[in-house]
C-alpha cells in the first residue's frame, strides 16, 4: 500500500496556506507552542492598509465526466485530459472493505489489499514489480470501511499494458504462501508499534464506544486476527468483493472516452462475478447513552483525549455544512479549537475535530493530546467551545475565512489527475453523486451561520458527548465532574 506523494505534498500545501491566510486574518503573535504555561499573546499587529482584497475562490474545472457501463455490470468513468503530463490513470473501486470483514477477522481487508499485487496466476511479485519498473509505472491498494481502491499510474504510451497488468492483479491474485506470511509477521510487527502508541489505543476504544458491536466499530486489526488470516479467507473476500457488478473504473488522463472504453472492455470484459456478493453494510445505531471510559497507561506523560458521538452517513445533505462548521470548530490552524487548547492554554501541540463518513453512518470526533495535570481542563475546554459553537452565532468574517479555507485545501487536494480519479471513486464507495465532486466548492459557499449553528445544535451538545481518555490512572480525579469514568 502506498500514499501518493502528489497528493500528500498537495495536503501540506493547502494546510500551509490556509494557515497563512487564517494567521494574517487573525493578526495574532501565537506563543510558543513548546510553552507548557501558554504565555499571553503578543499585541496584535494591524494589516497594510493598501493590501489588495482576496479574488474570488474558482470551482473545480468541468471534468467532462463521460459514463458508462460494460456489459458484465462494471461501471466505468472516464475523465479525458489534453493538457497536463501525457499520463493515465486507473482506480479501481470494489464494495466490501473493513466493515465486512469476516467475524474474528477485522483488518483482513489490509491483508487483502497488500497482497494483491504479491502474484497472480501467471506472474510472481518480482515479475509485477518489474515490469511496473519497465513501464514506468507505480500501482497500490487500500482498503477502508466501504470498500477497497486498486490505483495504477503510468504514461498515457503505456495506458494498454498497464491496464492489462492492471486486470491481472486485480482478476487473479494467488496469494502465494510464503507472501502470506511475510505480509501476516510485518502485520504483527506493525501491530505491537501501533498498540504501544496512546492515539491507538484511544482510536480503537472509542471505535467500540461509538459504535459497539457494529462493524464500524471493529476494523482494527488484532494479533488473533492476523494469525487467523489465511489464504482460504483471502481468496473468498476477493471472490466476494471483486466482482464488475459491485465495481467501479474510474479511467483519466490522455485517452478518449472511447478508447478507455475499448480498453476496459479488453481487460475487463470477460470478468464475471462468482458466488454471493458481499453483503451491504448495516445502518449503526443513530443514538446512543453517552459513555466515559478511562484506559489506563501507567507512567503515561501524556493523556490521549477523544469526545464524541455518532452523527450520519456521508451522502447526507448536512455532510458539506457541516464540514464547514467543523472548520470553525478544529478543522484548521486557525480553528477555536486550536487557538484555545493550543495558542491560549498551551495544554498541547494540537486540538482538532472532525466528521467521520462512512456508507452506512458516521461520527463526529475531537481530539489531542494534553498534559497529565490538565486532563480534566482539556476537557472542560473541549466542551466549553462545543457549547460556544451552539449558543452563538459564527460572526461573517470567520464564516467568510472557513468558507475560503475549505475550498482552498479542497481544490488543492483534487489538483493533480490522480487525486481527482481517487476522490470520485471514493465518493462512490460512500455513496455520493458523480457531481459531488464538482460541486463541493459552490455548495460549501452557499453554508450559511444559521446551518453552523443548527450543525452545532444537534452534534455538539456536551450532555450527548462520548469521552475515552487513554493515560495514567491518577488522572481519574480530574474527569470525576465530567461523568462516571469505567475502565476500558
Avoid at 465486512?100 to 489489499?113: E, I, K, T, V, Y
Wanted: hydrophobic letters at 45%; one cysteine or more.
Amino acid at each position: 500500500m502506498q500514499i501518493s506523494a502528489y497528493r500528500l505534498r498537495a495536503r501540506l500545501i493547502a494546510l500551509a496556506i490556509g494557515a497563512c491566510v487564517a494567521g494574517l486574518a487573525a493578526a495574532q503573535q501565537a506563543p510558543s507552542a513548546a510553552s507548557p504555561t501558554g504565555a499571553a499573546p503578543a499585541p496584535e499587529s494591524a494589516l497594510p492598509a493598501d493590501l489588495p482584497p482576496y479574488d474570488a475562490d474558482k470551482p473545480l474545472p468541468e471534468l467532462g465526466l463521460v459514463e458508462r457501463r460494460l456489459d458484465n455490470g462494471l461501471t466505468l468513468w472516464v475523465l479525458p485530459r489534453t493538457d497536463g503530463l501525457p499520463k493515465v490513470n486507473y482506480v479501481l473501486a470494489v464494495r466490501g472493505g473493513l466493515a465486512n470483514d469476516p467475524d474474528g477477522l477485522p483488518g483482513m481487508s489490509n491483508l487483502l489489499a497488500g497482497l494483491l499485487s504479491e502474484g497472480t496466476a501467471t506472474r510472481s511479485s518480482v515479475q509485477i514489480a518489474e515490469t511496473l519498473e519497465g513501464l514506468g509505472a507505480s500501482l497500490s491498494a487500500s482498503s477502508g470501511n466501504d470498500g477497497m481502491l486498486v490505483s495504477a499510474s503510468g504514461l498515457a504510451s503505456s495506458a494498454q499494458p498497464l491496464i492489462e497488468l492492471f486486470a491481472d492483479v486485480v482478476r487473479h491474485p494467488s496469494f502465494p504462501a510464503n507472501e502470506v506470511q511475510l505480509a501476516k509477521a510485518n502485520a504483527l510487527q506493525g501491530l505491537k508499534v501501533a498498540e504501544s502508541q496512546p492515539a491507538y489505543q484511544a482510536n480503537r476504544a472509542m471505535g467500540r464506544v461509538l459504535y459497539g458491536t457494529h462493524p464500524y466499530g471493529n476494523t482494527l486489526p488484532t494479533e488473533a486476527s492476523i494469525t487467523g488470516t489465511d489464504i482460504p479467507a483471502l481468496q473468498a473476500a476477493h471472490a466476494a468483493r471483486f466482482r464488475p457488478d459491485q465495481a467501479l473504473l474510474v479511467v483519466a488522463g490522455r485517452v478518449t472516452a472511447d478508447d478507455a472504453q475499448r480498453l476496459a472492455e479488453a481487460a475487463f470484459g470477460d470478468w464475471r462475478g462468482e458466488g454471493a456478493p458481499v453483503a451491504a453494510v448495516p445502518a449503526p445505531p443513530a443514538a446512543q447513552t453517552p459513555q466515559f471510559v478511562l484506559v489506563p497507561r501507567e507512567n503515561s506523560v501524556q493523556s490521549a483525549v477523544r469526545i464524541g458521538r455518532p452523527a450520519f452517513s456521508a451522502d447526507d445533505a448536512r455532510a458539506i455544512p457541516a464540514a464547514l462548521t467543523n472548520t470553525i470548530l478544529g478543522g484548521g490552524f486557525d480553528s477555536r479549537l486550536m487557538r484555545n487548547l493550543r495558542e491560549e492554554k498551551g495544554y498541547t501541540y494540537g486540538a482538532r475535530s472532525g466528521f467521520g463518513l462512512a456508507r452506512a453512518g458516521g461520527a463526529f470526533q475531537a481530539q489531542a493530546d494534553v498534559r497529565n495535570e490538565v486532563t480534566g481542563p482539556a476537557v472542560g475546554e473541549f466542551l466549553k467551545e462545543f457549547e460556544t459553537m451552539r449558543t452563538t452565532s459564527v460572526g461573517a468574517d470567520e464564516l467568510e475565512r472557513a468558507k475560503r479555507f475549505t475550498a482552498g485545501t479542497y481544490l488543492f487536494q483534487n489538483q493533480m489527475q490522480g487525486a481527482v480519479a481517487s476522490a470520485l471513486a471514493g465518493n462512490w464507495l460512500l455513496g455520493r453523486p458523480a457531481d459531488y465532486l464538482s460541486q463541493y466548492v459552490g455548495r460549501a459557499q452557499q453554508v450559511t451561520a444559521a446551518q453552523v449553528q443548527a450543525v452545532a445544535l444537534e452534534f455538539f451538545d456536551p450532555a450527548t458527548q462520548n469521552i475515552v481518555v487513554v493515560g495514567d490512572a491518577a488522572v481519574a480525579e480530574q474527569l470525576a465532574e465530567y461523568g462516571d469514568f469505567s475502565s476500558d
